[in-house]
């Protein structure tokens, strides 16, 4: 098995958790089940793209500031777990006959490269047993989950980050980070689907008993809600965003030209919502239903979208909060406000790695 343990020394050092986003670092450290760390600083255009650091001297002053400026209390380990973006990294869960654990490594090289869209020589790769949680299979085969991720990437993050100073402890994807920050870690036979609607991307993730097993995308984002507001309105980015922050979606009960301004992407959001639910439940049948739908993201404080696709969807959506996922691991959020708990999901479900 590959990369997930490859930096992993100890589940019970005391490493901090940092989301690297593409505008964005974040860091959050916990102790005694409590955040005692926690920053973030915003990257300058062009530093990080798509998951990659383009410029490694910025990237550096960045962190720097990132780690020096963290509160209330200071950090001063230098072990990290950091996670990759989805775009770099690939959950899959795969079905092969029944075999010894020995045989199943070489087994899962084959269906790597079936069903990854890299070569073998350009990932590193991960896997464990899913167990019977995911249906029972007359078949003979069994279930397998595998976490690839982009070589290139992968080393270089190593690489940067201990030129800078730190020892990478643990590395992940995105993914399962969140599913680790959001859900209760006492779920039994519970599907979850968690939308992460961020700048560039919308993801769905699906969950049962906490462990993600299916992950896709679509390119609706921030970034088309913004875009779509400036247009309607004839305004700068900036001020649409100031707008979109306000007044969230409109409303979708009356005449409302903010709401017709992004209706459009709304409607598209719901329609992939539903052809992936489809898909999962019909063609990967993983589960009979979804039990619940949590939203996180840059868009998930946004007034009046929650009452939206709840409506739309006809499942209840309730918004993502930490407090009420992993509470045997981490008991409250007092130092960070309600309103930006949320942007720390990665960070918070990385530092709880190793706790």
């Not at 720097?64 to 690939?90: G, M, Q, Y």
């Not at 609706?220 to 707008?243: L, P, R, V």
């Not at 019909?282 to 619940?292: H, V």
Request: proline fraction near 3%; aromatic fraction near 8%; charged fraction near 30%.
């Amino acid at each position: 098995m590959g990369f997930l343990m490859k930096k992993i020394i100890d589940f019970k050092d005391d490493a901090f958790g940092l989301s690297i986003e593409d505008d964005v670092l974040r860091i959050i450290r916990i102790e005694d089940k409590k955040i005692k760390s926690y920053s973030s600083e915003a990257i300058p255009k062009g530093v990080v793209l798509d998951g990659e650091i383009a410029n490694k001297d910025e990237f550096f002053r960045v962190l720097d500031k990132l780690i020096k400026n963290a509160k209330p209390k200071k950090i001063k380990t230098k072990k990290v777990r950091i996670a990759l973006s989805e775009s770099k990294s690939f959950l899959r869960l795969i079905s092969i006959p029944a075999m010894s654990e020995k045989e199943i490594n070489e087994a899962i090289k084959w269906e790597i490269e079936a069903n990854i869209p890299l070569s073998l020589d350009q990932v590193y790769y991960d896997w464990q047993l899913a167990g019977d949680i995911f249906g029972s299979n007359d078949t003979g085969e069994i279930k397998v989950l595998v976490l690839a991720a982009a070589k290139r990437v992968v080393d270089q993050y190593i690489e940067f980050l201990e030129e800078f100073g730190l020892e990478v402890i643990g590395i992940e994807s995105e993914t399962t980070a969140i599913v680790r920050s959001l859900l209760n870690e006492n779920s039994v036979s519970k599907t979850a689907l968690i939308i992460n609607m961020d700048k560039n991307k919308t993801s769905f993730i699906f969950a049962i008993e906490n462990i993600p097993c299916f992950a896709s995308s679509v390119p609706i984002s921030e970034k088309n809600i913004i875009g779509a507001i400036a247009k309607k309105f004839n305004i700068s980015d900036k001020k649409a965003q100031e707008i979109e922050e306000k007044d969230g979606i409109g409303s979708f009960f009356e005449d409302d030209a903010l709401f017709e301004a992004i209706k459009p992407i709304l409607s598209g959001l719901v329609d992939e919502v539903k052809k992936t639910i489809d898909f999962y439940l019909e063609g990967l049948k993983y589960s009979s239903s979804i039990d619940k739908i949590i939203i996180c993201g840059r868009l998930s404080k946004a007034k009046g979208l929650i009452p939206y696709l709840s409506r739309n969807l006809g499942i209840e959506v309730v918004e993502g909060d930490v407090r009420n996922g992993m509470t045997s691991s981490i008991k409250s959020v007092p130092i960070i406000k309600q309103e930006n708990v949320i942007k720390y999901v990665v960070a918070i479900g990385l530092a709880l790695g190793n706790k």
